[in-house]
């Protein structure tokens, strides 16, 4: 058994004055909790926030039970699913308030009484820092003096921090094998998980780790992981599983371990037989998918039944399909099909980007549900956060995959970059942060001021866009260089700049699922004229910037989300400015300190990142292993790991090389429908010919004019 204690989480056996002192701490906790959730409830009637997620992962048709119940239920104890990557959690907060409250009031009263006693005898106070030393927290002391070892003052330790995170690795992969081996969801408090396909599960949490190890160097897991893969996981299983989310963590994590097990020293099996298991199962569970892209227009069905391949409709949404969904799927398929010289797997997710595109989405700004059967999009939301993110992101990625043989999505992700300046970027009042706003109703509707935790992936994804991965100085070395990158990379920094806020500003130092702004009424927007932000995030209690940010009862939940970190890894790559990495050794202490199980139980999702401590929600996701402790891992390593102009990573952080296609003779085999210059599709001309007819007379047609919005049948790729 793994018995180290990095953290200094193990604790000695408590005594009867320790048990009465906690559990009155934790009734407190809880009890004012519950009341100001139910407070806030009520003033948030408008349910302005909230959204429910939609068509989750599942193997059993649980998509449609949990869509039946409502997923507002849903909380970190409840039977529910892997949450989505680009998907907001539920809000469970909400539910029976009043009754838990009443029952719970006697204990209360009885929590403060014990409570005021231990106090006054002087019995209870601060906390220290992960190391269990008296060393200050963020909030009042700075990162600087965190790492054992290093004093305020001195200069950091990178190597040791980044140890710190393969140790928080190691505390969660070691209490999941211990407890939950197989299982795709896993709950560290109450030690228990469950299988989302019968029999045996797919792995979800095995699979999706599985290149974290490889750069954590931890080949005993690595072992067991691939033994368990090679063993165990199978896709025969007649229930239906969520096409996004399997190709991204499953095919992605597959994909990732072949790639970087001939880059990486000592991580290939010893035997030369089992060094294709990866690339094996990817290509299996990919064939298994490509149902999903059987749909009248190309566009995949939300699910995939395993065991027959067929698709699925959305059961939500008047069975539209996430826009974000059927747009990030691309990276995966095509590294396949360069792999494997199977051109149908790029062919099936290249076609989805031209139908998308031939919508003639205005300032390339698209809505956030698309129909898989009509190929149309369904209403005119627009937003950078649930269901509409990694459309943006694949477009720039899919350039640079390719080494820019694709010039088609770099000309998508200038035109889509632009629309976001021109109608979405808006300033908060008073202190003039950058907030990348929604439009709910479409671009001619009200700007709502919110912002998701998953739209923070935008700064780095900017920062990747304007140097193509290289640093900026070697950028601007390069003719390419211009305004428009200046202005490009000064947005990135104060996206960036928002996105730390939104952890700064709350006591745990760690953010909520969405955060709200006050803005200028009417608003100022990036359009008339860019504003910079004021002051430096101070921690102090009172500090005025705090204000501008609204944090909402249904919102203050924490997913161990890695967008933010993810574009700290970004930053810090490309500008080398220390402070990106500064943030993120203080969000990584913030997420020790707050979301630890006792026990070396690993790190759990919590419920109210606003009171100290902040509730369980008793989960830990896949992403936890997969995304946010890799990307720490990353941003407090060296650069030559995994360098970004030779890399893509996915929105799973899993990464893929980037080749040359034409070797396999794969092009882009489509073009644009031409834009005006206010982005309308642009309508054929009508042509006029001379033909003769059956006796010989000359007869004049014409064909009708009309705007081209058909979808059109991509080029062959050989």
Not at 31 to 40: D, G, R, V
Not at 407 to 427: C, F, N, Q, R, S
Not at 522 to 534: E, G, H, I, N, T
Not at 624 to 644: I, R
Request: with cysteine; hydrophobic share 35%; proline share 5%.
């Amino acid at each position: 058994m793994y018995s180290r204690d990095p953290f200094n989480l193990r604790k000695a056996p408590p005594t009867a004055l320790l048990f009465l002192q906690n559990a009155a701490a934790t009734t407190i906790a809880t009890s004012t909790q519950a009341i100001e959730t139910t407070k806030q409830a009520i003033q948030d009637a408008d349910m302005s926030s909230f959204a429910v997620p939609r068509h989750v992962p599942n193997f059993e048709n649980a998509q449609r039970r949990l869509e039946d119940n409502v997923w507002s239920k849903f909380s970190g104890n409840d039977k529910g699913l892997p949450m989505y990557k680009d998907k907001p959690a539920g809000y469970g907060a909400r539910r029976g308030a009043r009754g838990w409250l009443k029952r719970k009031r006697t204990f209360a009263l009885g929590g403060l009484v014990v409570l005021s006693c231990l106090y006054w005898l002087g019995w209870i106070g601060g906390g220290g820092s992960i190391d269990g030393s008296d060393k200050a927290s963020p909030a009042k002391g700075g990162w600087s003096n965190l790492v054992p070892g290093t004093k305020k003052g001195d200069k950091a330790d990178w190597d040791k921090r980044r140890e710190a995170v393969k140790d928080a690795f190691l505390l969660s992969w070691r209490d999941y094998e211990a407890h939950g081996w197989g299982k795709d969801e896993y709950h560290p408090v109450s030690k228990s998980g469950r299988f989302m396909a019968e029999p045996g599960g797919l792995g979800w949490i095995i699979v999706d780790a599985l290149d974290t190890m490889m750069l954590m160097n931890l080949t005993t897991e690595l072992k067991h992981a691939r033994q368990w893969v090679s063993q165990t996981l199978d896709y025969d299983k007649q229930q239906d599983v969520n096409t996004f989310e399997t190709t991204i963590r499953m095919v992605g994590g597959l994909l990732s371990a072949h790639y970087l097990q001939d880059v990486l020293p000592g991580m290939k099996p010893e035997k030369d037989s089992e060094q294709d298991i990866w690339l094996e199962k990817a290509t299996d569970l990919a064939d298994k998918l490509m149902g999903a892209y059987e749909s009248p227009s190309g566009v995949p069905w939300a699910s995939v039944i395993l065991r027959t391949g067929k698709g699925e409709a959305s059961h939500a949404d008047g069975g539209a399909s996430s826009t974000a969904e059927a747009t990030t799927l691309q990276l995966e398929m095509k590294y396949l099909a360069y792999l494997t010289g199977e051109a149908h797997y790029w062919e099936k997710a290249e076609k989805v980007m031209q139908v998308v595109d031939n919508n003639g989405a205005k300032d390339g700004l698209v809505p956030i549900f698309i129909y898989a059967d009509r190929g149309t999009f369904r209403g005119e939301e627009i937003r950078l956060g649930s269901r509409g993110d990694s459309y943006y992101e694949y477009l720039i990625k899919q350039y640079y995959q390719t080494q820019k043989q694709e010039p088609i999505y770099l000309e998508m992700w200038d035109e889509a970059l632009a629309g976001v300046k021109k109608h979405l970027i808006t300033y908060s009042k008073d202190s003039d942060f950058t907030v990348l706003a929604e439009r709910p109703n479409g671009l001619s509707g009200n700007l709502h001021p919110k912002m998701d935790h998953l739209v923070c992936f935008m700064p780095g994804t900017i920062a990747l866009a304007a140097t193509g991965g290289i640093s900026i100085t070697e950028a601007k070395k390069l003719p390419s260089w211009g305004k428009k990158q200046e202005e490009d990379m000064e947005l990135a920094r104060e996206l960036m700049k928002t996105c730390i806020g939104m952890y700064r500003v709350n006591p745990t130092g760690l953010a909520p699922e969405i955060a709200h702004f006050n803005l200028y009424d009417p608003p100022k927007m990036m359009a008339d004229k860019v504003l910079s932000s004021k002051g430096n995030l101070e921690l102090d209690e009172g500090a005025s910037w705090k204000a501008d940010y609204i944090i909402k009862a249904a919102d203050a939940h924490n997913l161990q989300r890695p967008e933010t970190v993810e574009s700290l890894f970004y930053m810090w790559r490309i500008t080398g400015d220390e402070i990106y990495r500064q943030w993120g050794w203080e969000m990584f202490e913030s997420f020790v300190k707050h979301t630890s199980v006792k026990d070396n139980g690993g790190f759990t999702s919590v419920n109210d990142v606003r009171v100290i401590p902040p509730p369980s929600r008793d989960n830990m996701e896949s992403f936890w292993l997969a995304e946010t402790l890799k990307y720490f891992y990353l941003l407090f390593g060296p650069n030559d790991v995994l360098p970004l102009d030779q890399i893509v990573l996915n929105t799973e952080a899993h990464p893929f090389p980037r080749f040359d296609a034409s070797k396999k003779r794969f092009k882009t085999g489509w073009k644009r429908i031409p834009r005006d210059s206010k982005g309308n599709l642009i309508k054929e001309k009508a042509e006029v010919k001379s033909e003769k007819n059956e006796v010989g007379e000359d007869v004049v047609k014409k064909t009708v004019t009309k705007v081209v919005t058909q979808v059109q049948e991509p080029h062959p790729h050989r």
